[in-house]
DNA sequence: ACAATAGTGTCTTTCAGACATTATAAT
DNA sequence: ATTATAATGTCTGAAAGACACTATTGT
């Protein structure tokens, strides 16, 4: 803003704005990436699934207001919600996305571990966990967001140690490589996928006194936890250039 | 937005939001990089420098807010200007940010050619090119933002073709080498600088019947436009963990 | 002749892809 | 035994870093 307010401007003058936040909360459940939707229970889109999200109050930033609707929408507390990672997407705010008024949306991606069925904190009674490849048509312009919030997701898997924030505290490297191929939609080779996590600095840090887990059958797998690491260099690079 | 309006939501009911544009346009000079700004001739911040930037209006996104403010700034054409590069960086919401009122701001970064001053096109009288490292305290939170947005494009400059941006429409390896060097604050080693780039495909192309343009000195240098590629896989990573 | 910039070629190191092999568990 | 998963090791090829060398201009 800030440059140029007319002389004399009086923000009642025209018609306000509204400001939101929409948020993409993903998780990876069953070797399949998720997306946290709720159902509308009032024009317009009646009956069409959203994003979940809310107007951002006079007195908070969208990241609060974005940290308050996960913890609203998940059913988990606020404190619990402020280890999960949260990040700004991009903002939408062509003047039509609304058919009520001027509604400009601040978009926010949420990383969750794998969570119990959400129950219906907030306002929207029914939420639930949806494949994220194929929500179906969503309200507003929900589906552009949800792409959006997808592809931004999978590039940053590549230049950052984000992939632990899908996973619990601790977690085998199986289960890591699981989130690149889920969000990914391709196969790695294991091998050369443990290579570069380990030979990478402050990716994963061992748990000593190595506990060991068992995913069923097989060998158990020793537990890590995330590192200090925030950046990856160099990047761990998706094997195509794909984008699903 | 969208999900859960207040049942009977009144647009009017509480002090609106406004909902402006900010713009961090870099070019780089003299093997510097500079950013477009602004002096403020009102409160707040009277006399301070500010990124361009305005108000978007009802009927408008803040895409064509931006791209509208950048022509007034620099005082060139829309047609000219909708050739450059202008990306949504992110969006600025912290309620104290404006003292005057709830301002959200959605700032954007501009890749522009080295242009020649801006005249003072919009109610900006004055307009300036500045040293982008070093523009002393900013108004408002604009040295957040000009700091968020140098951050962004010299990421970007890895992994992707950005760089011709900042270069006119026909330009030299060793000008395309200068936009690296000058954002990233390294030195590049010229030879392996140029395999990168011309065996990268699509991210150049030679100009052909090739006119030779001289920098003063030493060998005339090739021609090359602007490739196809907008990616750049696999990156062109910095030579050490640089921010500025 | 010399300085300055453009461009080529080569050696070495690093790192990713491919894949064989061993280890440890449940059935 | 068989199957399933975890972990190690090795070979190869692609690409980056370092750097020597040639080419073409202005002064």
Redesign the pocket.
Known sequence: MSANAPAGYDPHAFEPFAVTVDLAVFTVRDSRLHVLLVERGADPYKGYWALPGGFVLPRESAESAARRELAEETGLTEGTVSAFHLEQLRTYSDPDRDPRMRVVSVAYAALVPDLPEPRGGGDAASARWWDARTPGPLAFDHDRILADAHDRIGAKLEYSCLATAFCPPEF????LQQVYETVWGVEL????F???V??TPGFVQAVEGSP?R?????????LYRAGAATALH????R?EGRST
């Open positions: 085998t490297l199986g289960e080779d294991r091998p050369n443990r290579r570069k380990l030979t060991r068992t995913g069923g059958r097989g060998k158990p797998a020793a160099p990047p761990l690079l094997p």
